[in-house]
């Protein structure tokens, strides 16, 4: 019951991910949740992500946002990333994962879903057939408050953690520790 929430990795941040590697997989499209994914809720792309999906492209990736935010809140983070993206997608709902697909004209197992939480972004990836990497999400300096939701994510990796079956199902695709991660950047679950 608890593994359509496993991730197939699971990471620190996007920052720790090594795209050459998942690129040598055979992976050619990256579907990535912003929010706590890739900045801080409701914060613009900055210099450093702009620079990752700068290197993402480069790689040969296709890139999409796939959120449950609005049209303008995604424009306002792509503006310098020019990646794809589907606003409201309703995530977990595999409608939008779907879509996601086809705007990126590759097949679901060449994609790879890159997000932070367990009960949208991995359980819409895994209901739609697609490989997921759950990074820890990102949580303001001096922020102790923490989601029901998030309390039931600690006991669902609590048990992920323990079941070697589910975890690294991707291989080595993180970078090592430390490299590309800045302080600042470092998040907490």
Known sequence: MLKKYYPYEYVDSVFAIDYE??????????????????VHHGDDSNEKVD?????????????????????????RFNRNIGALYIAEADKPKTAGYVKA??????????????GDQLFTDISGANR??????????????GET????KRMLE???????????AYQSRLGDI?????EGIAEEEKTVL
């Open 128 to 141: 739609s057939g697609m490989a997921s990497i759950l990074v820890r999400f990102m949580q303001r300096e």
């Open 21 to 38: 590697k998942l690129f040598a997989l055979g992976y050619r499209g990256i579907i990535f949740d912003i929010d706590n994914t890739l």
């Open 174 to 178: 993180t970078k090592k520790e430390g």
């Open 145 to 148: 408050r923490i989601g029901k």
């Open 51 to 75: 620079k990752l999906f700068e290197a993402i492209h480069g790689t040969g990736f296709k890139t999409l946002l796939l959120s449950n935010n609005s049209a303008a809140r995604i424009e």
């Open 154 to 164: 600690k006991v669902i990796l609590s048990i992920y953690k323990t079941n070697k």
């Open 101 to 114: 697909v086809e705007m990126l004209g590759l097949e679901k197992e060449k994609i790879v879903v890159i």
